[in-house]
């Protein structure tokens, strides 16, 4: 099962950092990432991060959201600083292929 968690209402410029958290499971050897679906909107990936710790970010993330985990506590995390009201969306995490977090709302105003 997967938990996310941080999310909130924050004015653009603003940070936060959301959290996901795996209960039941190991996350060393799963890619690991977060997806935003906005309302209306496709799900569309935000960030991954391999086993390893390699990363991937979307274009219009790169600078400002970075992806880290810690698998001693099975969590992967997205730091989100200078937000934008175009960043409102539901953030989920993924673990591997199939498994999805229930997803946490962040909503940034202007």
């Known amino acids: 099962q997967l938990q996310a968690s941080g999310g909130g209402l924050v004015q653009a410029g603003g940070s936060l950092r959301l959290s996901c958290a795996a209960s039941?499971?190991?996350?060393?050897?799963?890619?690991m990432a977060w997806y935003q679906q906005a309302p209306g909107k496709q799900r569309e990936l935000v960030a991954r991060?391999?086993?390893?710790?390699?990363?991937h970010y979307a274009d219009s993330r790169k600078g400002r959201f970075t992806i880290s985990r810690d698998n001693a506590k099975s969590t992967v995390y997205l730091q989100m600083n200078n937000l934008k009201p175009e960043d409102t969306a539901r953030y989920y995490c993924?673990?591997?292929?199939?498994?999805w977090g229930q997803g946490t709302l962040v909503t940034v105003s202007s």
């Open positions: 993924k673990m591997g292929l199939h498994y």
């Open positions: 039941g499971t190991s996350i060393s050897r799963a890619m």
């Open positions: 991060i391999s086993p390893t710790g390699v990363t």
